[in-house]
């Protein structure tokens, strides 16, 4: 099944149950919100889980680009991807995780056509501050699905306890990935991928770490898009599902790389491409850094084995094709506009790296380095601490 095709099934599916699509796709968040890009589907509507009535109502699906660089590091392996396109459906105080979950399990084995036998479930098993999510583990045991309770990889979100606003315990669907006939559990064996996360979202937690109830119960799922497809399409990674057919195909054949820094290349190039399409233009601090970052560590990357590499060689169609698939094509936003600012960026941090490798070469700068050196060369030379290490490291 092609990626259109199961957004389509996806759509459709809720649709025919009463949900309203919404149409979130910037990466940029609405006015006023603190964080710099959107990282989940939810993202856009949480004061609506928060209480206002939603304009379309209480049922709701989205396809939403996200961007997350908390996994920066672990982009190259085969399931992290820097911008990816998460499916979204919510219940605005209308039904619960049960049934938004049987829906769930309908649409995987029924629509897509998901062997239900590769299937297992997670579900909040419950801590010190709230009960087990019974329901969940009953409606899943009902369903011949197996099922394993955890404490915090089940309360969304979870891993950062700073992070305030809604929240809730989840149950994740998980797909096996592996040869063989399934095994162990998604805790204990990471053949088990997580493809789709049903929230209850319950409480709206604040600064000091306590938690409020919300005026209403909300479901919030998200389902990533690239690794689901990756499944069905009976891939080995994200980076082999259709949508890098094109990038599979002609970045090889310009550029010899081994597989985690092609994986790099290829989706900090579509990242950008994404970024820019969206409005974002480089800059030394904010969006502007991430997507500034982004070129940096794809052109380390390529020069690594050979300095003549340039990104003024990607082919045209590569940013045409991520522009059509974002639908951001617009006659401003055109591939070679796009491709015209990645030389841009490219020839800049050739300028950088001139400067810094003289800075560098200074008497001063050949023992270990302090922190006032690490401003001075940030301040008065615009060198980056990871440029000056890496730099020293080459
Ligand atoms: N908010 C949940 C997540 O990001 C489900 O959409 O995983």
Redesign the pocket.
């Known amino acids: 099944m092609r990626t259109e095709q199961l957004v389509r099934t996806f759509v459709e599916f809720y649709e025919e149950r009463g949900h309203r699509r919404i149409t979130g796709s910037t990466l940029l968040p609405p006015p006023g919100d603190p964080v710099l890009f959107t990282?989940?589907?939810?993202h856009p509507l949480t004061p609506y889980l928060k209480g206002r009535p939603h304009p379309l109502g209480r049922r709701l699906v989205n396809v939403q680009r996200c961007l997350r660089t908390t996994d920066l590091d672990e982009v190259g392996d085969t399931t992290h991807l820097t911008v990816f396109e998460?499916l979204?459906t919510w219940s605005l105080g209308d039904y619960e995780g049960p049934a938004s979950l049987e829906w769930g399990y309908e649409l995987l084995t029924e629509g897509l056509g998901v062997d239900p036998g590769l299937l297992h479930a997670t579900v909040f098993g419950g801590d010190e501050r709230t009960g087990p999510d019974t329901a969940s583990l009953e409606l899943w045991q009902g369903l011949g699905v197996p099922v394993e309770p955890t404490a915090e990889d089940n309360w969304?979100?979870n891993g950062s306890e700073g992070t305030v606003g809604p929240c809730g315990p989840?149950s994740e669907i998980f797909l096996w990935s592996g040869d063989g006939p399934p095994q162990s559990t998604p805790t204990r064996d990471n053949r088990w991928v997580e493809v789709w996360?049903?929230?209850t979202m319950t409480h709206h937690r604040l600064g000091d770490g306590s938690l409020v109830p919300l005026p209403q119960r909300n479901v919030?799922?998200?389902l990533g898009l690239e690794r689901l497809a990756s499944l069905l399409q009976g891939k080995p990674s994200v980076f082999a599902c259709d949508l890098f057919d094109p990038w599979r195909r002609l970045v090889p054949a310009l550029w010899e790389l081994d597989e985690p820094s092609l994986r790099l290349v290829c989706d900090h190039l579509r990242s950008a491409v994404v970024i820019l399409g969206d409005g974002v233009r480089p800059a030394n601090t904010g969006r502007g850094y991430v997507l500034r970052r982004l070129v940096r560590r794809v052109l380390t990357a390529l020069r690594r084995d050979d300095p003549s590499r340039s990104i003024g060689d990607l082919p045209e169609e590569l940013v045409r094709h991520t522009l059509d698939h974002f639908r951001q094509e617009t006659r401003e936003m055109r591939p070679e506009f796009v491709l015209r600012m990645l030389r841009k960026e490219e020839d800049r941090f050739g300028r950088l790296l001139e400067r810094g490798r003289q800075v560098l070469a200074r008497a001063r700068f050949q023992g270990p380095l302090s922190e006032e050196d690490f401003h001075y060369l940030h301040d008065t030379h615009g060198l980056p601490r990871e440029l000056i290490t890496s730099l020293r490291e080459g």
Do not use: I
Not at 39 to 42: A, F, N, P
């Open positions: 990282t989940s589907g939810m998460m979204g969304w979100p989840d996360n049903h929230v919030d799922t998200g």
